[in-house]
């Protein structure tokens, strides 16, 4: 076993992504843990040209991060427009339901 | 040897973490990310065994090859499970407020 | 709403102890199967630098992927492939109706970066056969530069057709299919290349492979099938 100052760049390395995929997972807004799993995948192609598997790295910065964000954020939209939506429709309802009221 | 070692550990935790998080949390959104993390986490360790320092020999090419295969095949069931977890969320919200219940304003209180 | 989207696991929940009880026993017990990896395997690299010279490609990976291992590569194309069809099935394509006005300089900068990642997809299409590179890597600029003008919302997207798109997303496949297919008639195995012809049949693979991930994935983003659908004109 050799110790030497690509161990120290080792152990930082996996240091952020723990913490990294920790706050992903932890965060209190799922939006910030979409941003932050973007840079969990870079930080993740850094890590696979550490360990020289560069065809991997050039595919996870490009498919990890570069796709997957944009896919988990456009997905988010879609969530927060259903919302938006039956929340109008919630208040139709409500209205309707005054509007009976009213004509009895 | 001692990469491949903190690698592999690293991939590890990072499966577990991801494992835990698939099981504890509730947003569906947030259990695709704790399988993305899952996943990360298998390649790691794939990848950490074909490791060789410079000068010990070459890397093993087949591990690499079937991590990027792992990653396209991710990606795709990804997209696909975000989907997915758009239509339930569509339609179980759209039954329930035609039922009349009021299940969001409860959850944020529990929540 | 906001609760929704914020909502965390309650703490000291006892089923939840229990469940991080079982992980980590589960992380222990891995943790010991990785201390217990047979030391000093060489793996498969001697193997593959062995039969480098046939494969027609200089780089190990491209080699694996397209050749030596060439059947998982087919099988993952068409497994993209399935992923749009499913999205496909699922939904129509909630065309985001313009919101917000796409800032001037949004349009330039993809205006500018489009046509240069396709370049570089090019690049690294060709790049593949020496140096880190290849169809996937290609394929997912490809795909990016997509997603970049979709949001963007450029005014030539809202009117794309699915019939080209869908010609894109099969040309791939049937490429692969085809060269595969060729080689039994040429009186050899499944995807087992001609001696002299591995290196431009495999570019002629990637090249294809390339197009179709890319718009795969563009595809994917969109998240629906197109509103113009072939079978939808038929019905109206």
């Known amino acids: ?39 969990f995948g870079l930080v993740m192609a ?59 | 040897m001692i990469t491949n070692t903190l690698y592999s550990l690293c991939g590890l935790v990072l499966f577990a973490m991801g494992l835990f998080a698939l ?13 993305n993390i899952m996943s990360a986490g298998v390649f790691l360790v794939l990848v950490a065994a074909a490791y060789r320092p410079l000068g010990a020999g070459e ?4 591990p690499h090859a079937m991590v990027l295969t792992g990653i396209v095949v991710s990606v795709s069931v990804t997209a696909l499970a975000l989907i997915l977890a758009c ?16 299940v969001n304003d409860e959850e944020g209180s529990g929540g | ?29 891995l943790v010991k199967v990785i201390y217990n990896l047979p030391v000093g395997i060489t793996g498969l690299g001697e193997e593959v630098a062995s039969f480098q010279q046939r494969s027609g490609v200089v780089s190990p990976v491209t080699a694996v992927l397209l050749n030596f291992r060439s059947y998982d590569t087919l099988l993952e194309v068409m497994v993209l492939l399935l992923a749009v069809i499913g999205v496909w099935s699922l939904t129509k394509a909630p065309f985001p109706r313009k919101t917000i006005k796409t800032s001037p300089v949004q349009l330039a900068v993809v205006r500018l970066l489009a046509p240069l990642m396709c370049l570089v997809a090019v690049y690294l299409v060709w790049q593949g056969s020496h140096l880190a590179g290849g169809a996937f890597q290609g394929g997912a600029v490809l795909g990016g530069a997509g997603v970049l003008m979709l949001v963007a ?43 002299g012809w591995a290196g431009s049949l495999l570019l002629l693979i990637e090249s294809a492979c390339a197009v179709s ?22 019905k109206s």
């Open chain 1, 1 to 39: 076993m050799t110790y030497n100052i690509l161990t120290l760049f080792d152990i930082i390395l996996i240091t952020t992504l723990l913490l990294l995929a920790w706050e992903v997972l932890s965060s209190e807004n799922i939006f910030t843990g979409v941003v932050l799993f973007i840079s």
């Open chain 1, 46 to 104: 850094l890590a696979w040209v550490r360990m020289r598997a560069p065809d991997v790295a050039l595919a996870e910065a490009a498919l990890g991060a570069g796709l997957t964000g944009p896919l988990f954020l456009s997905a988010l939209r879609r969530m927060e427009r259903i919302h938006k939506d039956e929340r109008r429709l919630d208040m139709d309802e409500e209205r309707s339901d005054i509007d009976e009221k009213s004509d009895k």
């Open chain 2, 23 to 35: 099981f504890a949390c509730s947003h569906l959104l947030r259990k695709i990310l704790a399988v």
């Open chain 2, 59 to 62: 890397v093993d090419p087949v």
């Open chain 2, 87 to 102: 239509r339930v969320q569509e339609t179980s919200n759209l039954s329930i407020s035609r039922n009349g219940l009021k």
């Open chain 3, 1 to 29: 709403m906001k609760s929704r989207i914020n909502n965390r696991p309650k703490r000291h929940d006892p089923l939840l102890l229990l469940l991080l009880l079982l992980i980590i026993i589960l992380a222990t017990l």
């Open chain 3, 153 to 195: 919302e450029l005014p030539m997207f809202q009117q794309i057709s699915s019939r080209p798109l869908r010609i894109g997303l099969l040309l791939g496949p049937i490429v692969f299919l085809g060269v595969a297919l060729l080689c039994i008639v040429n009186g050899g195995e499944l995807l087992a290349y001609p001696q």
């Open chain 3, 213 to 234: 991930i890319g718009l795969a994935l563009s595809a994917l983003f969109v998240g629906g099938r197109p509103v113009d659908d072939l079978l939808e004109k038929k």
